[in-house]
């Protein structure tokens, strides 16, 4: 099964359509949903695995050209038993994890093979006949027509069931390949460092900074907001049981705007961030993000929703307290 069909999704799907469908399965086959089931925890790794890919559009591309070379070295389809209905030793059947996919369709049958094989060869005034009859008919076809042509269809958008807003760049073993930020443009402030401590730029607005891998997914999300503010931040989500050493999210918070940390796993965190006007560190406390089943419906999760305002009060800011930078590297 490849990730297309792991999601349910079409390989000419939009990437609204997948986020859509990475949310809605991600609900379905998590395993506090389902009572700690092993295979329901085997298919959320699946789910993750493969929105990993085809969430990115980078990674995508060489999926899709991955699937397409091995289409094209792909041994030919074995005859099938004319007498039986069954399928034939050592298949395995596709249904077996609960989702009904087409199979694919094989390019012709048994039958149809061996009455080509036995196809006579044509005499050559029979091929020239044949190549008249064809010229002819591509004149009928492609000849204009005097009517007027039919007013054309406009296409019709894709609506993904489920809004998901952006996910951020997700960890992949051995690459630091990342989504690109997609915001409204809006360029540094002028005394922040224009280059983020792994040396890729700031994003142009409030968004994840790249070359960072990320972890800890889930359905909570953090609220940023630095509305008030002109100073722009490097911010780290971190989780207590692995301190600042390997952060959840690396975010670049702009002056005057806000930002939205989505898909967090539930467990214990807090915020360390760096004022990159002044180079001073801090850090919030302890906050723990939840994830249930909801009182009225068991059916559906409910997740938390975290908020933080960056509101300066002198040489520090409210709800925070000093980190040294040592702390702030996880060094």
């Known amino acids: 099964m490849n990730h297309y069909q792991t999601l349910g999704v079409s390989r000419d799907a939009i990437p609204e359509v997948i986020k859509a469908a990475y949310k809605a399965m991600s609900q379905k086959h998590h ?13 959320m790794q699946e789910i993750n695995a493969a929105y990993a890919v085809l969430g990115s559009p980078a990674e995508r591309a060489n999926y899709d050209r991955m699937l ?16 039986s209905g069954t399928p034939g030793a050592g298949e395995e059947d596709s249904d077996q994890d609960g989702f009904d ?15 080509l094989e036995k196809l006579p060869y044509l005499r050559p005034t029979e091929y020239a006949s044949l190549a008249i009859f064809g010229l002819f008919t591509a004149f ?8 007027k042509p039919a007013a054309p269809v406009p296409p019709v958008a894709a609506v993904a069931a489920i809004p998901v807003p952006d996910a951020p760049p997700r960890k992949t073993r051995g690459s630091n390949a990342t989504r690109p930020v997609e915001s409204a443009v809006r360029s540094p402030p002028a005394s922040v460092v224009s280059v983020a401590p792994n040396g890729a730029p700031w994003p142009q607005a409030s968004g994840y900074v790249s070359g960072y891998e990320s972890s800890d997914y889930g359905g909570s999300q953090i609220e940023l907001s630095n509305l008030k503010g002109s100073t722009a931040f490097f911010v780290k989500l971190i989780n207590t ?3 600042a050493k390997d952060p959840s999210r690396y975010v670049y918070l702009a002056g005057n705007q806000h930002f ?3 898909n967090v796993a539930p467990g214990n965190y807090f915020i360390g961030y760096r004022d990159l006007a002044t180079g001073a560190h801090f850090r919030t406390g302890t906050f723990a993000l939840n ?4 009182p009225t419906d068991p059916t559906q999760l409910e997740y938390t929703t975290a908020r933080f305002e960056f509101s300066r009060v002198g040489n520090r800011y409210l709800d925070s307290s000093n980190m040294s930078a040592s702390e702030f590297d996880g060094s």
Not at 101 to 115: H, I, K, R, S, Y
Not at 140 to 147: G, K, N, Q, T
């Open 68 to 83: 397409d070379a091995e289409a094209s070295f792909a041994p030919p389809f074995p005859k099938a038993d004319q007498g």
């Open 140 to 147: 009928i076809v492609l000849r204009p027509s005097a009517e």
């Open 101 to 115: 996919f087409e199979p694919p369709m094989q390019p012709t049958n048994a039958v149809e093979l061996d009455t």
């Open 260 to 262: 939205t940390i989505v």
């Open 241 to 243: 049981r692995r301190g």
């Open 31 to 43: 395993p506090d949903r389902n009572g700690g089931d092993a295979h329901a925890h085997g298919r």
């Open 291 to 294: 994830q249930r089943p909801a």
